[in-house]
């Protein structure tokens, strides 16, 4: 008895493990960074001014929605993601959202140099 919960325990972690971190890792983080520019926009960023539905559609299809977004060249390759990866990862995209809706003027003076275009 004690071997089927220890199993049933374990099937449910494995489950878990499609993680939006998971995915980052595997696929992104090469070329974004949570939070810092790297070579790409940072997550934080990209949360911060697209919806669920860009973002998929990014990843599914950077070339054509590059432009879209207003980007000269197009540097990012298309990921073909498991639905359950491409939620989990736009999820986590989207969790680094910056959180201060209401005071965006008064303490935006450090983050002059991370503005787009
Ligand atoms: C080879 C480098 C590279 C990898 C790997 C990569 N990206 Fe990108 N990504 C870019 C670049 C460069 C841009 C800027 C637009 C462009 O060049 O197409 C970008 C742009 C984006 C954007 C839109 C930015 C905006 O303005 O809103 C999203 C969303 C995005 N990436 C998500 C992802 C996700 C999710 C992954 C992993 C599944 C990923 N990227 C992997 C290089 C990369």
């Not at 960074?33 to 997550?43: G, S």
Request: with cysteine; net charge positive; proline share 4%.
């Amino acid at each position: 008895m004690k071997k089927v919960i220890i199993f049933i325990m374990f099937g449910s972690i494995l489950i878990a493990d499609v993680s939006g971190k998971k995915v980052f890792e595997t696929y992104c983080w090469g070329c974004h960074h949570q939070t810092a520019v790297a070579f790409a926009p940072p997550f934080a960023q990209i949360a911060s001014k697209r919806s669920a539905s860009e973002i998929r559609a990014m990843i599914a299809d950077p070339k054509d929605v590059s432009k879209v977004f207003g980007y000269k060249r197009n540097a990012m390759p298309a990921f073909k993601l498991k639905e359950d990866e491409l939620e989990a990862i736009t999820q986590y995209i989207l969790s680094y959202k910056p959180k201060d809706n209401n005071s965006t003027d008064t303490n935006a003076t450090d983050s002059n140099n991370t503005k787009a275009k």
